[in-house]
């Protein structure tokens, strides 16, 4: 089936520095790439949307100088913390639309700014 | 604006019964409806994938069943065993969403007590 691999699966950084986490879709070419964050015993909060070749779009709220994503080819998508605080530390899933309509997701990235 | 609930939030069933987790949502006009697993500190696994014109859909002991007029989907589990605990996820695709965002509800906690 569909497989997205998401690297790292867990990553501390120091604040104010940068953190990237890839995606990328092993058997299939993923257009569309979706990145989640998930609180602690929470859902998924969608971040944002990445079209191959194109600019990421936002949800409402997300700052889109703070998460950099960047989807340059059909098969990777990153999504890079900038300058990352404490209150960024969470749990990023990404996903990518596979045929029929579903969805393949990520193993996801702990992230823990200390 | 669409809204997807489940209940429980949480559940805790011995070995071997048979269970039901409730996913209802307030507009009936979506796309597809999806059931997810999610392990602690893990990404999300697919269940199932319920198209807008299906009834429901089967995977071994694992059936979900799709009402659009109700605005319900429930996920039946079949003999369950300690290895089903984990957090279960619907997600819907709503019709007029052009960007194929997913809409996510809260998640069913559930325990298989052995």
């Known amino acids: 089936g569909a497989v997205v691999s998401q690297h790292p699966s867990r990553v501390i950084c120091k604040s104010g520095t940068s953190v990237k986490i890839e995606c990328r879709s092993l058997?299939?070419?993923?257009?569309?790439m979706f990145w989640y964050r998930q609180f602690p015993k929470q859902s998924l909060m969608l971040m944002a949307t990445s079209n191959e070749g194109s600019k990421a779009t936002y949800e409402q709220g997300v700052e889109k100088d703070k998460f950099l994503i960047n989807h340059a080819s059909l098969t990777l998508s990153t999504l890079t913390v900038t300058s990352a605080h404490p209150e960024d530390s969470s749990f990023y899933i990404c996903s990518a639309r596979v045929g029929h309509g579903g969805y393949t997701f990520g193993s996801g990235t702990r992230l823990t700014v200390v | 604006k669409q809204e997807v609930t489940q209940i429980p939030a949480a559940l805790s069933v011995p070995e071997g019964e048979n269970l039901v987790l409730n996913c209802s949502f307030t507009?009936?006009?979506?796309?597809?409806l999806q059931w997810f697993r999610q392990d602690p500190g893990k990404g999300l696994t697919s269940l199932l994938l319920?198209?807008?014109?299906?009834r429901e859909q089967t995977s071994g002991r694992l059936n979900a069943s799709l009402d659009k007029s109700s605005g319900r989907s429930t996920l039946y589990i079949a003999a369950s065993q300690p290895g089903d605990s984990a957090t279960y996820l619907c997600a819907l695709r709503a019709r007029e969403n052009q960007g194929g965002k997913l809409i996510f509800g809260q998640g069913t906690e559930l325990s298989v007590k052995p």
């Open positions: 058997d299939f070419q993923a257009t569309t």
């Open positions: 319920i198209q807008s014109s299906q």
């Open positions: 507009d009936s006009a979506i796309y597809n």
